[in-house]
């Protein structure tokens, strides 16, 4: 196949991807609005999960198929412009959006996470709608900044940095909503699968210990090719100023956490102050802020 | 009172100066002005510096001058180098050594130590059982069962205090004695270096001479002489485009450089992520643009200018803008001038740039005769006419080769020619900024991924354990199951 035809054809699988993840949502959807049952006197809402197992099973399967098709888009995205396909925003998105599955379907394998379906399918069909209709740019060669064998290297670790951040956050999150439950009445039924309030917050630390070298690599990747490419390791450009404000959120939490002693709820909302600068990073300065970064078309 | 009052320390000298210096070097210190670091960045990536983006800065003065003028007070236009941020990070460094040397004092004194002592009240101590197990083999099955597994034991009598994980504390100081490390080389570079940028055509020569620069700032203690002694000449340059998107694609400068000046020269190909390397100094392949080539004559036929005029590139097309100024005339002649390398044309657009390429190139020139103020002693700018003292006379679109007659003379578009801008950069302390990051990583990664724990075995009547690991972090529990069972297995037999 030509690069045009190849581009083409990543194309069409993103369109399929959209079709399929739509699917894999209304089956998680499914999944938990049938289950719930009613028994009559109890005001609460009781659900029953075994009711719906089959949906649940469907979500899963297109989950699976999705992630396959959305890897080959990605590929061939890639093999159309001959790189590795994180050359803009439209391509940060399809990759990131992926990871993102891909990371659901491994911890698939290993927990009962199906729960995360439905939140998980949501996320993956915005990222790609906003990629395929708002980011899309036709592939092209790398503009000359970008030539780089830095590009693979730095966009990947901050790629999967950002991921485990966001994720961390979630787990943080739900931190934050069961702690609000069980110091109200007690969880709610759909709500007992999902880990103790401890796991949860062991969790979210976990996977920011676990990522938080990788970023401070991302960071020093950054500057090492910036030295190469604007003549300056550092040079207070928009992006690098909040991947620095990221780092120093994350390291005063990790050092709240280690030498102070912060746990729960002080420490989920650390947690979540810290990725939300990472996000503010990814969304406002990629699209409004000005600087050495926007070169890549978006 | 004032007898009660001899006896109490005196408030003030040496006690104050201890007194603030513990408070600065204390880890909540620390950490919030570690986040005062982080929030205090913040303004600098909200407005537009000084330093990146001079004109977005200016268009702050016009707009409006009073909130500018406080703005600038702030130094919200320059916050990284203000003192306010500068007064964050030294206070941050300096509370960081005073944090870390002691420790790392106290830490290398506890290399050859042992343990410390069993408590006497193990069940306090976390994961606290009762083994029931032989007590006369059990001091030696746990020794080997810690020394197997890499503990620092320690027996006294009919205990054993074990400990595991002091690299923890290696790679925590590890990590931030390379933070020093990244600030003293941060400190080396803006105190010895020297950044410069020069606009050269193709076919121009450039001598490394204070002189020869566009703009050139040095550090503190950069003297003016310390130039590497080289010549540079730009030979070619090629930028290629994407024929579908009219991105580029790829930017080749060609040069000659003899260093030292004078020596045979050398072919040296410069592109973007490829600077040229002499010393620590680099010279750097920036931005690129068109220098239309024309000749002006007067009246009687007599040339007043000739050559390439720098032009800056004002959109992707690079469609350029630029100013050919001619003082030899009388009147004094000015054009504002615009290149278009690939010419197409609409009612509602004018005259526009389809490609970066010059294909088909246009010089797009208003004419103006009057006083070009270069004799007023204010600098102005190269690439704008000042027309306050100026009449327009004309305006035409040259094709290649063309010449217009302006009334007073005649101007020629003769071609075109690339420039480039190169940066010159000498950091000496980059390595040392380098090595810093380097080894912060792998501190960072010994202290997040080594866990520090102690064990005790305490033997009476009964065979007790316990143990503590360093912030509670897991993994503690499965080794007493261990070494419990290796106990009871032992003992045994």
């Known amino acids: 196949m030509t690069s045009s035809n190849l581009a083409y054809f990543s194309n069409d699988a993103i369109y399929a991807c959209l079709a399929i993840f739509t699917i894999a949502f209304f089956a998680h959807a499914f999944e938990v609005s049938w289950s719930v049952k009613n028994t009559s006197s109890d005001d609460k809402t009781q659900f029953d999960f075994s009711r719906t197992d089959r949906a649940g099973r469907l979500g899963t399967a297109m989950m699976i198929l999705g992630t396959l098709v959305l890897a080959v888009a990605d590929i061939t995205r890639g093999l159309s412009a001959h790189r590795v396909p994180w050359g803009n925003m439209y391509e940060f998105s399809i990759t990131g959006a992926l990871m993102l599955a891909g990371a659901y379907l491994f911890a698939f394998t290993k927990y009962k996470v199906r729960w995360l379906g439905l939140p998980v399918s949501i996320s993956v069909l915005l990222t790609l709608g906003t990629a395929i209709t708002v980011l899309y740019r036709p592939s092209a060669p790398l503009v000359p900044a970008l030539k780089s064998p830095w590009l693979a290297i730095h966009v990947l670790a901050a790629i999967i940095s950002g991921g485990v951040f966001l994720v961390a956050n979630l787990v943080a999150a739900t931190f934050l909503i069961m702690e609000r439950y069980e110091l109200k009445s007690g969880r709610p039924k759909w709500a007992e699968k999902i880990p103790t309030l401890d796991a949860l917050d062991q969790l979210s630390y976990r996977l920011v210990a676990f990522v938080f070298p990788l970023w401070t690599f991302a960071v020093i990747a950054g500057a090492i090719w910036a030295e190469s490419a604007w003549g300056k390791y550092w040079s207070w450009d928009p992006k690098e100023t909040w991947a620095f404000i990221t780092w120093v959120a994350y390291a005063a939490y990790l050092h709240a956490r280690v030498t102070v002693g912060w746990r729960g709820r002080r420490a989920a909302w650390l947690c979540i102050f810290a990725g939300s600068t990472f996000l503010f990073n990814y969304i406002w300065v990629n699209i409004w802020g000005t600087g050495l970064h926007t070169y890549s078309g978006l | ?493």
């Open chain 2, 1 to 493: 009172m004032s007898e009660q009052n001899l006896g109490a320390p005196e408030i003030g000298g040496v006690a104050l100066l201890r007194w603030a210096w513990r408070q600065l070097t204390s880890m909540r210190t620390a950490l919030i002005l570690l986040m005062l670091l982080g929030v205090a960045a913040i303004p600098g990536s909200l407005f537009p510096q000084r330093n990146q983006n001079p004109q977005k800065v200016d268009s702050y003065f016009t707009s409006d001058p009073t909130l500018a003028k406080w703005m600038d007070r702030f130094h919200l236009f320059n916050v990284y180098a203000s003192p306010w941020f500068s007064a964050i990070y030294l206070l941050l460094f300096i509370s960081l050594i005073g944090c870390v040397l002691p420790r790392t004092i106290s830490h290398l004194k506890a290399i050859g130590k042992q343990p410390p002592l069993t408590p006497r009240n193990l069940d306090r101590m976390e994961g606290y059982r009762l083994i029931q197990g032989d007590p006369a083999t059990a001091i030696d099955v746990a020794q080997k069962w810690f020394k197997s597994h890499r503990f620092r034991v320690r027996v006294e009598g009919n205990s054993i205090s074990a400990e595991k994980g002091y690299a923890r504390e290696t790679g925590n100081l590890l990590f931030h004695l390379s933070l020093i490390l990244i600030l003293v080389g941060v400190a080396l570079g803006s105190l010895f270096g020297m950044k410069g940028e020069t606009i050269l055509n193709v076919g121009d020569r450039f001598i490394n001479t204070p002189t020869s620069y566009d703009n050139i700032s040095y550090g503190k203690f950069q003297g003016q002489g310390s130039l590497p002694p080289f010549a540079l000449t730009v030979k070619n340059f090629v930028a290629t485009y994407d024929a579908v998107t009219g991105q580029p694609s790829n930017y080749v400068l060609t040069t000659d450089i003899s260093n030292p000046l004078g020596s045979a020269a050398k072919r040296v190909i410069i592109k973007v992520n490829k600077p040229w390397t002499v010393g620590s100094t680099k010279v750097y392949l920036q931005a690129n643009g068109y220098s239309p080539v024309v000749t002006v004559r007067d009246k009687s036929g007599h040339v007043t200018f000739e050559g390439p005029v720098i032009f800056l590139p004002q959109d992707g097309n690079l469609s350029s803008l630029g100013a050919i100024k001619v003082p030899d005339m009388v009147p004094q002649i000015g054009f504002i001038a615009s290149f278009i390398p690939t010419a197409s044309s609409s009612a509602s657009r004018g005259i526009f740039s389809t490609y970066p390429e010059a294909l088909d190139p246009r010089l797009v020139l208003s004419a103006w005769k009057g006083n070009l103020g270069l004799d007023s002693g204010t600098p102005q700018s190269v690439y704008s006419l000042n027309t306050a003292a100026m009449t327009k006379i004309g305006l035409k679109a040259l094709t290649l080769g063309s010449t217009y007659d302006f009334g007073y003379g005649t101007i020629t578009f003769n071609g075109w020619k690339a420039w480039v801008n190169l940066q010159i950069v000498d950091d000496p302390g980059k390595m040392y900024a380098l090595f810093g990051a380097l080894f912060a990583i792998l501190g960072l990664l010994i202290s997040l991924f080594t866990r520090q724990r102690r064990i005790w075995v305490k033997v009476g009547s009964d065979v007790e354990i316990a143990g503590l690991a360093k912030n509670g972090i897991p993994g503690l529990e499965a080794e007493l199951i261990a070494l419990t069972r290796a106990l009871q297995e032992g003992t045994k037999e």
